[in-house]
């Protein structure tokens, strides 16, 4: 133990001479209270394991209708929760719908029980009470004291692997159960099957077959134990069938090698000295279960847990050092726990040897990319992967192949709207991969063939009998009787359809640029003239009498109200001003947006907004108006853009478990964090141009893929000062108030000067 402790010292040593230690300012606890749905455990950089306690076993329904308390698990964490159930190695990070929980492994000594519990009498199962005291989560690394089993439980991982050490008390009756019934929004019906192989005392392997969110997804793995069992065994809670086989023939219950079934829980009986520790490795692979045994010995080639943390840790710790800012303590916990949360998704989906499951079920071989699933695209085709063009251009290069591949992939020809294992889940509105596709090709990040990836994006925006796309094509806007989120649809298809003429026009395609650009003026159709506001159409061409514009209900609008979505235009926001009267009275409109008051009553039954999120009226913890505040640029108050944006940074975002206003939705949350307290924001991704607002650090320099760094330095910066003076680019002065992306990928320094009074 203490050659392994100076082995992961010298380690951290060595980065530290060479980078920053930035992993102290991660605090992966950050959002895991009320509504950021983030987890505490382990993981590495686009990890495709996630290895993290579970607090409840919350079922998807009640009496089979929708239960409201699984929304608050999504993460399978709640910080608020007094018990752990066991650490499971999927999950997804910020979102407001869930899936995963793969494989739950709980330590536990005494009499064996293979029920969970409950939370109010956590002893009547294998659950255990814990405390935060004794709780430590680091980028990498996740430590708990199991109090009602007196164990200590510590995890590590590597991209594929996931690395448990439990140090147990001497017992004759210790246990590691292996819970496959468990899950993330588990409902009875979600396991479709599962198979387990006993190899060895020290091995089995197998797979796990659910229908969830994503509706056919298969997971194969590999469990090695650093010690061998001395028995194990399984109950079966299967409803019982008319057709059993004739494997009744075997005790199947106990040292029985294969196992098979929907609901089963296992069980590893160990006796152990005090302080004992057993080690796990536990690898994932979406090809099969030769794949998952191939990537653990690839990965984690010995039981060396503080050799694999400190590896872990320094991987977190590279990419953190690509910004180096200076700021306040707070600020940086803030940001660097930001840009952890940003490096979570997407994630890799290729095993070592390249291979990967593809949309289509079969087995595929990714030549010259990495696979990456996890697309949660509604959310992050506004800052994430913008984020990403800038400071990890290579992933989101393959990511954006990886959207090609699903879509070569596709029955349906069409490009991924949100993905994950395998799968398209069709979650949110949109066809948001083209934004993220023409952001890439506009930028001179993806390297494929432009075309192709034209075609994909073309294809997907025609496809009619998808949310309404005929009608839109045909009516320009999607009529309020054939969908119940028609507004949002259509102003969010006509963004994308900018972004594709974007692509066209690069690529000089000059017919479908002009069929695009013209999809991208249908906006204007749910505009309604004598309210000001965004507004459902009938199909005969008048617009709704019963509409509400506070409402986030029966509205046409998903996950928001028309006061918010009334500002999306993000492709054309100097013809949105016009048609609301101008700048003055535009700005007009977005001082009420940010002063007004919005009553509880009116986003009660929405439970991705809460009262936490909003500031007056605009709502910062869901995505739909992230852009607005930077609008105040075009209206020529940039003035009022910053104050905002500081206000907004201070406001929703917090060095606490609680610290974020809304979900993290795969890092969207943290890119607009990170973006904005470097002092710009992608406006309309598709564009080269960053809209200027107030920066909060003190001083940044961001080290790029080409070898250049792009700095921001701030003079006079403090809490009162948020308002730009005057802002420098390589010293000349920028009246704008746009940042282009050539400016910063050819490095440059940007230069605010701030005060405590507006310059207007």
Same mark, same amino acid.
Request: aromatic residues 14%; neutral net charge.
């Given at each position: 133990? =203490?050659?392994?402790?100076?082995?992961?010292?010298?380690?951290?040593?060595?980065?530290?001479?060479?980078?920053? *230690?930035?992993?102290?300012?991660?605090?992966?606890?950050?959002?895991?209270?009320?509504?950021?749905?983030?987890?505490?455990?382990?993981?590495?950089?686009?990890?495709?394991?996630?290895?993290?306690?579970?607090?409840?076993?919350?079922?998807?329904?009640?009496?089979?209708?929708?239960?409201?308390?699984?929304?608050?698990?999504?993460?399978?964490?709640?910080?608020?929760?007094?018990?752990?159930?066991?650490?499971?190695?999927?999950?997804?990070?910020? %979102?407001?719908?869930?899936?995963?929980? &793969?494989?739950?492994?709980?330590?536990?000594?005494?009499?064996?029980?293979?029920?969970?519990?409950?939370?109010?009498?956590?002893?009547?199962?294998?659950?255990?009470?814990?405390?935060?005291?004794?709780?430590?989560?680091?980028?990498?690394?996740?430590?708990?004291?199991?109090?009602?089993? #007196?164990?200590?439980?510590?995890?590590?991982?590597?991209?594929?692997?996931?690395?448990?050490?439990?140090?147990?008390?001497?017992?004759?009756?210790?246990?590691?159960?292996?819970?496959?019934?468990?899950?993330?929004?588990?409902?009875?019906? !979600?396991?479709?099957?599962?198979?387990?192989?006993?190899?060895?005392?020290?091995?089995?392997?197998?797979?796990?077959?659910?229908?969830?969110?994503? +509706?056919?997804?298969?997971?194969?793995?590999?469990?090695?134990?650093? =010690?061998?069992?001395?028995?194990?065994? @399984?109950?079966?809670?299967?409803?019982?069938?008319?057709?059993?086989?004739?494997?009744?023939?075997?005790?199947?219950?106990? #040292?029985?090698?294969?196992?098979?079934?929907?609901?089963?829980?296992?069980?590893?009986?160990?006796?152990?000295?005090?302080?004992?520790?057993?080690?796990? !490795?536990?690898?994932?692979?979406?090809?099969?279960?030769?794949?998952?045994?191939?990537?653990?010995?690839?990965?984690?080639?010995?039981?060396?847990?503080?050799?694999?943390?400190?590896?872990?840790?320094?991987?977190?710790?590279?990419?953190?050092?690509?910004?180096?800012?200076?700021?306040?303590?707070?600020?940086?916990?803030?940001?660097?726990?930001?840009?952890?949360?940003?490096?979570?998704?997407?994630?890799?989906?290729?095993?070592?040897?390249?291979?990967?499951?593809?949309?289509?079920?079969?087995?595929?071989?990714?030549?010259?990319?990495? *696979?990456?699933? %996890?697309?949660?695209?509604?959310?992050?085709?506004?800052?994430?992967?913008?984020?990403?063009?800038?400071?990890?251009?290579?992933?989101? *290069?393959?990511?954006?192949?990886?959207?090609?591949?699903?879509?070569?992939?596709?029955?349906?020809?069409?490009?991924?709207?949100?993905?994950?294992?395998?799968? &398209?889940?069709?979650?949110?509105?949109?066809?948001?991969?083209?934004?993220?596709?023409?952001?890439?090709?506009? !930028?001179?990040?993806?390297?494929?063939?432009?075309?192709?990836?034209?075609?994909?994006?073309?294809?997907?925006?025609?496809?009619?009998?998808?949310?309404?796309?005929?009608?839109?094509?045909?009516?320009?806007?999607?009529?309020?009787?054939?969908?119940?989120?028609?507004?949002?649809?259509?102003?969010?298809?006509?963004?994308? &359809?900018?972004?594709?003429?974007?692509?066209?026009?690069?690529? *000089?395609?000059?017919?479908?640029?002009?069929?695009?650009?013209?999809?991208?003026?249908?906006?204007?159709?749910?505009?309604?003239?004598?309210?000001?506001?965004? @507004?459902?159409?009938?199909?005969?061409?008048?617009?709704?009498?019963?509409?509400?514009?506070?409402? %986030?209900?029966?509205?046409?609008?998903?996950?928001?109200?028309?006061?918010?979505?009334?500002?999306?235009?993000?492709?054309?926001?100097?013809?949105?001003?016009?048609?609301?009267?101008?700048?003055?009275?535009?700005?007009?409109?977005?001082?009420?947006?940010?002063?007004?008051?919005?009553?509880?009553?009116?986003?009660?039954?929405?439970?991705?907004?809460?009262?936490?999120?909003?500031?007056?009226?605009?709502?910062?913890?869901?995505?739909?108006?992230?852009?607005?505040?930077?609008?105040?640029?075009?209206?020529?108050?940039?003035?009022?853009?910053?104050?905002?944006? +500081?206000?907004?940074?201070?406001?929703?975002?917090?060095?606490?478990?609680?610290?974020?206003?809304?979900?993290?939705?795969?890092?969207?949350?943290?890119?607009?964090?990170?973006?904005?307290?470097?002092?710009?924001?992608?406006?309309?991704?598709?564009?080269?141009?960053?809209?200027?607002?107030?920066?909060?650090?003190?001083?940044?320099?961001?080290?790029?893929?080409?070898?250049?760094?792009?700095?921001?330095?701030?003079?006079?910066?403090?809490?009162?000062?948020?308002?730009?003076?005057?802002?420098?680019?390589?010293? !000349?002065?920028?009246?704008?108030?746009?940042?282009?992306?050539?400016?910063?990928?050819?490095?440059?320094?940007?230069?605010?000067?701030?005060?405590?009074?507006?310059?207007?």
């Amino acid at each position: 133990m =203490k050659k392994t402790f100076l082995f992961s010292l010298l380690i951290l040593s060595f980065v530290s001479q060479a980078q920053q *230690n930035l992993i102290q300012y991660v605090k992966p606890i950050i959002g895991t209270e009320k509504m950021g749905h983030t987890y505490p455990g382990a993981t590495v950089p686009f990890g495709a394991v996630q290895l993290s306690p579970e607090t409840d076993t919350i079922s998807y329904e009640i009496n089979g209708k929708y239960n409201g308390d699984v929304y608050k698990y999504c993460a399978g964490y709640k910080y608020e929760d007094k018990t752990i159930v066991g650490f499971s190695h999927t999950h997804l990070s910020g %979102t407001g719908h869930s899936d995963l929980g &793969d494989f739950l492994i709980m330590p536990t000594q005494g009499k064996l029980q293979l029920n969970p519990g409950t939370a109010a009498n956590p002893k009547s199962g294998y659950r255990s009470s814990y405390s935060h005291a004794n709780e430590v989560a680091e980028a990498g690394y996740y430590k708990v004291k199991l109090d009602d089993d #007196n164990i200590l439980a510590e995890m590590t991982a590597t991209t594929r692997v996931g690395m448990h050490q439990y140090t147990f008390p001497k017992s004759d009756e210790s246990h590691i159960i292996l819970d496959l019934m468990a899950g993330i929004y588990n409902y009875d019906e !979600k396991d479709v099957w599962t198979y387990v192989r006993v190899v060895n005392d020290t091995l089995i392997t197998g797979y796990r077959q659910t229908n969830g969110w994503a +509706r056919t997804r298969t997971v194969y793995f590999a469990m090695s134990f650093s =010690k061998p069992f001395t028995e194990y065994g @399984q109950k079966n809670y299967d409803d019982k069938q008319a057709y059993r086989g004739f494997w009744r023939k075997f005790d199947q219950l106990k #040292n029985f090698p294969e196992i098979a079934g929907k609901k089963i829980r296992m069980y590893f009986d160990f006796k152990t000295e005090e302080a004992e520790i057993i080690k796990i !490795k536990f690898a994932l692979s979406s090809v099969s279960q030769e794949n998952a045994l191939q990537n653990m010995q690839a990965e984690i080639k010995d039981w060396n847990f503080e050799k694999v943390k400190a590896q872990a840790q320094t991987s977190w710790n590279k990419e953190l050092n690509k910004i180096a800012i200076t700021a306040s303590e707070d600020t940086k916990v803030n940001f660097y726990t930001a840009m952890y949360h940003t490096f979570i998704n997407p994630t890799v989906y290729t095993d070592v040897n390249g291979q990967y499951k593809g949309l289509d079920q079969d087995v595929h071989q990714a030549n010259g990319f990495t *696979n990456y699933s %996890t697309f949660s695209l509604w959310d992050t085709y506004r800052a994430l992967h913008p984020f990403f063009n800038i400071i990890q251009p290579s992933r989101n *290069n393959d990511m954006v192949k990886s959207m090609v591949a699903h879509y070569d992939q596709s029955a349906l020809h069409m490009l991924p709207i949100w993905s994950h294992y395998s799968n &398209d889940n069709w979650c949110m509105s949109g066809y948001h991969s083209v934004s993220v596709i023409a952001d890439a090709i506009i !930028k001179g990040v993806y390297n494929g063939d432009e075309n192709q990836a034209l075609e994909a994006c073309i294809t997907t925006a025609k496809h009619r009998n998808y949310e309404g796309i005929g009608y839109y094509m045909d009516l320009g806007y999607i009529p309020a009787e054939k969908s119940g989120v028609s507004v949002s649809n259509t102003l969010e298809y006509a963004y994308d &359809d900018w972004c594709i003429a974007q692509i066209a026009k690069k690529l *000089n395609k000059t017919a479908v640029y002009d069929e695009f650009i013209k999809r991208s003026e249908n906006w204007k159709n749910n505009y309604n003239a004598a309210t000001g506001f965004m @507004q459902p159409k009938m199909a005969n061409g008048t617009f709704k009498k019963e509409f509400d514009p506070l409402s %986030t209900e029966g509205q046409g609008f998903i996950e928001g109200n028309s006061w918010n979505y009334s500002f999306f235009a993000p492709q054309d926001p100097a013809t949105l001003i016009a048609k609301m009267g101008g700048k003055k009275t535009f700005a007009a409109r977005l001082d009420t947006l940010f002063s007004m008051h919005l009553p509880d009553s009116f986003f009660e039954h929405t439970e991705d907004i809460t009262r936490e999120g909003i500031i007056g009226g605009y709502v910062h913890g869901n995505e739909p108006a992230h852009h607005v505040a930077y609008f105040y640029n075009w209206a020529n108050q940039p003035w009022k853009t910053q104050a905002q944006v +500081r206000k907004i940074l201070d406001m929703q975002y917090k060095p606490s478990p609680d610290g974020l206003g809304g979900n993290d939705d795969c890092g969207q949350m943290s890119a607009w964090y990170i973006f904005s307290s470097l002092g710009f924001y992608p406006v309309a991704p598709g564009s080269d141009e960053y809209a200027i607002g107030s920066p909060l650090v003190n001083n940044a320099v961001l080290t790029l893929e080409n070898g250049n760094q792009f700095k921001v330095n701030v003079i006079n910066q403090s809490p009162k000062n948020v308002y730009v003076q005057k802002v420098l680019l390589d010293g !000349k002065t920028v009246t704008d108030f746009v940042l282009k992306h050539k400016s910063i990928t050819d490095g440059g320094t940007l230069t605010f000067y701030m005060g405590s009074k507006p310059k207007k």
